[in-house]
């Protein structure tokens, strides 16, 4: 698994409001970065950043590997039921073992149900399914464990330090601990603007 994911010296800026400057990360295979800091001061920015979704105000990214991105949108079609909403994807990301997400996240009940009927936890849980069938070495987690119940929050973490232990690198955005293995740490809020 061939996975890196460097930034120097990364502005954010939002409107008029410059949420973070000077930041700088190296995450090598195996590593696993938790950036915390209170809601508005812009994890779900810097994620989006690393991701290629949102443009830098200053600094630059370089990626090697596949990146995966779980944030509050689900990739899924809400008129679809789960099972086959999650097929779709696993036919075009060229999923090996669909079975082991819906054991490992408890979703082989819900397979059946309309997307636009599971709750919060279940959805999130159907979007680290779906993140799990990718296979890609880079993980970009915005709030992963919002909506999830304790027994859903601990199997996660597990699938985070497996993920990292088998050579991928998983960045963190939370507001909340997060039980990650040997973590590096960014708190945004020293790098406030």
Known sequence: MTARLTAKDLACRRGERLLF?????DCMPGDALHVAGANGIGKS???RILAGLLRPFAGEIERE?????????LALDEALPLGKALAFWESL???????RALELLQLRELMDVPVRYLSTGQRKRAALARL???????WLL???LNGLDRQ???????????HCQGGGI????????????????????????
């Open 170 to 193: 998983a960045v963190v955005a939370s507001h909340q601990d997060f039980a990650l293995p040997s973590p590096l740490r960014i708190d945004l809020a020293e790098y406030a603007a």
């Open 93 to 99: 990301d060229g999923c090996r073992d669909p079975g």
């Open 142 to 144: 915005d709030e992963p």
């Open 65 to 73: 590997g596949a990146i995966g991105l779980v944030d509050e949108r």
């Open 45 to 47: 920015s810097l994620i």
């Open 132 to 138: 799990l069938n990718r296979g890609c070495p880079v």
């Open 152 to 162: 859903a929050q601990a199997a996660f973490e597990a699938l985070v330090a497996q």
């Open 21 to 25: 400057r000077g930041l700088s990360l």
